[in-house]
Nanobody, 124 residues
């Protein structure tokens, strides 16, 4: 079992930055690939970014490429999402998730553990 708790969301203006954090507890954090997903009202949950257990492989959705950066600190059992140049269309609940698989994936159904989410609202 892995427990995940997100933090760092909030209400910001377009063009601003936010840094989301996800703290993990339970089984060894470094065994898991980690991902960030988001879900806007009335829409399906979508992939944002993922990082391998070592941090050596990173994937970003096209919609956030060049603006968002995923990183992790295995010593702190944490994963982060630095979000710059935020847009109103980035408004959503953001979730971190843990995937025990060897290969980093963008498929949310491959992720076994999920946090409760943190709200990000970007005003125009």
């Amino acid at each position: 079992q892995v427990q995940l708790v997100e933090s760092g969301g909030g209400l910001v203006q377009a063009g601003s930055s936010l840094r989301l954090s996800c703290a993990a507890s339970g089984r060894t954090f470094s065994y898991y690939a980690m991902g960030w997903f988001r879900q806007a009202p009335g829409k399906e949950r979508e992939f944002v970014a993922a990082i391998s257990w070592s941090g050596g492989s990173i994937y970003d959705a096209d919609s956030v490429k060049g603006r968002f950066t995923i990183s992790r600190d295995n010593a702190k059992s944490s994963v982060y999402l630095q979000m710059n140049s935020l847009k109103p269309e980035d408004t959503a609940v953001y979730y971190c998730a843990a995937d025990p698989g060897v290969v980093v994936t963008t498929d949310l159904y491959e992720y076994d553990y999920w946090g409760q989410g943190t709200q990000v609202t970007v005003s125009s």
